[in-house]
């Protein structure tokens, strides 16, 4: 049977749940169809101001009743008038009133020519308001005491379409509305200013005004720009669409389209407003060569040929093994691509890598062992659809904003949670069950889980007979564990792990997350394959609301990995050792590929200590500040013949190059980047490149063709085509097909992508079951007794790893320091203060810190970031890695802790204020 009303007397199909406003607007297929001020479309039906009335009855000449069209459903046989006298009367009335308390200053408002309230005042044929003016908003102060955050609430209609995005979009609730009648006005926090309230300046409230109300320094909603170009933010791997307002080459503002399928409309204050600094006056704009200790400005053609002179004289001299590249996960798929090409083909080695190896390594590893395939098995979408969340060591609300917020909104509505991390996360603080770990006890944990979700019949057995291997030696040697003792080993009760293992085991669609915190240790990759052993044994994977989904860090890890920008596996992850594979890359690349397993970047670093690595090339990677152990890094890399870096500022590791080459920013270029969940996207050039930098896409192709390559010049479309003849999951992939939304790898030859992984079967075959015991830290047994606290690091909202990037944006303005969080018994007991500056010493070095006192951490336990060079708190780092992956143990670092000195203090407070 149809569903049928009637729009103006004409009949049309209605959908289920379809709201009346919705379905006059696909109807007519336009927004202004019925005109509205308190509706957005990333937002609840409110219904507050009525503009949006019509009126219905139920029969075609039966009587009517007005009702507010966006939360009024459609039902059958409804007689739908959008337009009717009586309509146009009271939507005319309600805008006079709205009017007679809003500044009539149109002509010099920033959002003239785009005010809704302008518009919707136009379509209901206000000429003049017939009310006399009022004066209760008028004298409200104008609030720029934020970085980016602006408010004008003399121009608030109290459409609460502000507090409604802080509440609903980002789950802040700064916003709320205070006083009565005409005294109504929004508020921030206690009724404070944006820099004093809580405000994490995501901008949503910005974009949902409809006014100038609320707005922000870049005036994102003017009118204004030559033309809008959409692109792919750069920087964590949620890969939000980013709409970038332009004129006259400059770029003016960024908005979130509402369309766009990753973020609808959100992004957090990176996304939108921490752009600036790519034309910042730090931007390297030409070559430089150094020359008797200091860096020279050279011409390209000088870098170019100085580059290859010395790269053919080193593999001259001592082979093509004494070279390496180091690839970015901030640079696109193409660029990732043609440096890995570059170093197996030209160069003649395996010899590349990337920053996925001390972010993600043991995630792709762990999980191609496991399923076959390393890359998450869902869509964040399917958070719609999952009873319960369960996030292993990652703090999404900081690291990855818009899908925590996403998560965070889930949390409060009530879903299962469970938070496991050494620290109490935002997330933590919202949780069913919260598992306060010792850092580095992740295997302990994962098989006290395990264990229950065994001994309490929660295994989905159909699922492991049929799908899966190896199970019956794993239940075997799981059952055999003492929970008692691994209780003891992480610090979290036996009965809250049971409690949280059966609300995972229980629950018909659980949905997995992890980040660095499971990464980033000695047994990582264990970790990842003990998470897989959760999914498999449940039977959560290959449908909508569960799977494995690792929230990647950088913008573009899973692209870089994908691309081949690493030693063991080639462009798409095929093996270089198989033979047929090696047969393959070389007809296709027409040269020889090596088939020996290169260094991967610690080996890089022991090869050039140990005098075996001459050259490196390293692209967009500030490994001096954001690798472990730094010193060793800087012996590594003051140990070479050659350092190439090519980068768009001078950062901690371009000090020590031998030639900087000036790239240029994400927002000057072209090409794609992979998200979290294996979507492909476009990066679209929004202005030229600053004079004097090059793509590092087109720097790479100027060195192949010089040491005798012929690789075409760059363009994303014909580097796509090259990639997808090699890289089977990118088979279907071609710049048009992309369009706005990109397509989620593996790609069919077709076009038709993928938003599901191992619906059917494992990539593997069957799901492979594994077990490890937990083994504690080498750099605790060593070092623990007389370093007794345990330092891990962790990533703030306002900053990007090294800060290179933002902390040249008003970002700086916001959080301008790295701080260390100290529980406040350890604070007492060394007599440390909130905002003392802290000496924190390991076997490696000391850094001194300014203390954060909080409960998040336990006591015992310390944490902080890297994201400012003044402090460089990677001195202190160990060369401890995953022993499968290698990737560095950022989370385990034994350290003693003493207030610092006040000669020192002193110095350091000089250093900061500079």
Request: charged share 20%.
């Amino acid at each position: 049977m149809s569903q049928v009303a009637y729009i103006n007397n004409r009949p049309y199909e209605y959908q289920n749940g379809e709201t009346i406003l919705n379905f006059v607007r696909r109807i007519k297929e336009k927004r202004n169809a019925i005109p509205t001020l308190c509706d957005a479309p990333n937002l609840e039906p409110f219904g507050s101001c009525r503009v949006c009335s019509v009126e219905v009855a139920l029969a075609q000449d039966g009587p009517t009743r007005t009702v507010a069209s966006c939360h009024t459903p459609v039902g059958t046989g409804q007689y739908i008038y959008t337009d009717s006298q009586s309509v146009q009367k009271l939507r005319k009335n309600i805008i006079e009133l709205v009017l007679t308390d809003h500044p009539m200053d149109c002509l010099t408002c920033e959002v003239n020519g785009n005010c809704e309230l302008q518009d919707v005042a136009a379509q209901v044929g206000i000429r003049k308001v017939r009310y006399p003016a009022g004066k209760n908003h008028l004298d409200r102060k104008k609030d720029l005491s934020h970085p980016y955050m602006t408010s004008d609430l003399s121009k608030c209609i109290n459409c609460y379409r502000c507090v409604r995005a802080c509440d609903e979009v980002q789950g802040q609730f700064v916003l709320n509305m205070s006083g009565r009648g005409f005294d109504n006005h929004i508020i921030k926090s206690s009724n404070q200013t944006f820099f004093e309230s809580d405000c994490v300046s995501c901008g949503a409230c910005a974009q949902a005004c409809p006014t100038s109300a609320i707005s922000d320094v870049f005036q994102s909603k003017s009118v204004h720009g030559d033309k809008k170009i959409q692109t792919t933010c750069t920087y964590c791997g949620v890969g939000c669409n980013l709409e970038v307002s332009v004129s006259n080459g400059e770029i003016l503002s960024i908005q979130a389209p509402y369309d766009a399928e990753v973020n609808q409309g959100h992004t957090c204050l990176k996304g939108r407003y921490a752009f600036k600094f790519y034309n910042h006056p730090d931007r390297l704009k030409s070559p430089l060569i150094k020359k008797n200790g200091e860096f020279v400005p050279v011409s390209w053609e000088e870098a170019y040929s100085f580059i290859v002179d010395k790269l053919t004289s080193i593999k001259q001299n001592f082979g093509a093994d004494a070279i390496a590249g180091i690839s970015s996960a901030r640079t696109p798929n193409e660029e990732n691509y043609l440096m890995q090409k570059f170093i197996r083909v030209v160069i003649g080695t395996n010899n590349i890598d990337c920053c996925a190896r001390v972010c993600h390594s043991p995630t792709a590893l762990g999980m191609q062992r496991a399923f076959g395939t390393g890359a998450a098995t869902n869509s964040i979408e399917d958070l719609d659809y999952t009873d319960c969340i369960l996030v292993i060591g990652a703090n999404p609300t900081d690291a990855h904003p818009v899908t925590g917020a996403k998560m965070k909104q889930k949390f409060m509505k009530g879903v299962t949670s469970i938070v496991i991390d050494p620290r109490r996360t935002e997330l933590a603080s919202y949780a069913t069950y919260f598992l306060q770990l010792r850092p580095g006890t992740n295997v302990a944990l994962l098989n006290m889980m395990l264990y229950y979700i065994i001994t309490e019949n929660l295994v989905n057995q159909s699922f492991v007979d049929t799908r899966t291997e190896g199970y019956l030696d794993f239940k075997n040697q799981i059952l055999a564990l003492d929970m008692d003792e691994l209780s003891k080993i992480t610090g979290v009760s036996k009965d809250l792990v049971k409690k949280a293992s059966v609300a995972y085991g229980s629950a018909k669609a659980a949905m997995e997350f992890h980040g660095l915190g499971v990464t980033e240790h000695s047994q990582g990759t264990f970790a990842i394959q003990l998470i897989a052993d959760l999914i498999l044994l449940t039977g959560n994977v290959g449908r909508k609301g569960v799977g494995m989904n690792p929230l990647r860090g950088q913008n573009n890890v899973q692209g870089a990995a994908d691309m081949g920008a690493q030693p063991h596996q080639g462009a798409g992850y095929l093996d270089v050792t198989n033979p047929e594979i090696n047969q393959r890359y070389n007809a296709f690349y027409g040269a020889k590929v090596p088939s020996k397993i290169g260094y991967k970047i610690p080996e890089m670093f022991d090869a050039a200590i140990a005098g075996d690595l001459k050259a490196l090339w390293i692209i967009g990677e500030d490994v001096v500040q954001t690798d472990p152990n730094t010193q060793k890094v800087i012996k590594a890399l003051t140990n070479l013949d050659l350092l190439i870096v090519s980068e768009i500022f001078m950062t901690e590791t371009s000090k020590y190059a031998t030639v900087i080459l000036p790239s240029s920013s994400f927002l000057e270029k072209e090409g794609t980047f992979t998200n979290g969940e294996r979507r492909i996207q476009k990066v679209n050039k929004i202005v030229e490149p600053i004079e004097g930098t090059m793509p590092d896409g087109v720097q790479i192709i100027e060195v192949m063709n010089r040491m005798g390559y012929a690789q075409p010049a760059y363009s994303a479309d014909t580097m796509l085509k090259e990639i997808s003849q090699i890289v089977p999951f990118f088979a279907g992939v071609t710049w048009d097909r992309l369009g706005t939304m990109g397509l989620q790898w593996p790609v069919k030859p077709d076009g038709e992508d993928t938003k599901l992984l191992h619906t059917e079967t494992f990539t593997r075959g069957k799901g492979s079951f594994a077990n490890f015991d937990f083994v504690e830290s080498h750099e605790i047994e060593t070092y623990g007794k007389d370093y007794p606290y345990i330092i891990t690091t962790n990533r703030e909202l306002e900053h990007y790893n090294c800060g290179t990037m933002t902390r040249r944006t008003g970002n700086v303005a916001i959080l301008t320091e790295d701080v260390l969080l100290i529980n406040p018994a350890d604070a007492a007991k060394e007599l440390i203060n909130d905002g003392d500056f802290v000496c924190v010493e390991s076997p490696r070095g000391k850094v001194d810190i300014k203390a954060k006192i909080t409960d998040e951490v336990l006591p015992g336990i310390l944490s902080s970031t890297f994201h400012f060079p003044e402090i460089m708190l990677n001195n202190i780092t160990s060369d401890e890695h995953c022993s499968e992956a290698k990737c560095p143990e950022y989370k385990v670092v034994s350290c003693k802790i003493r207030k610092s000195k006040g000669k020192y203090k002193k110095e350091m407070e000089a250093k900061f204020a500079s």
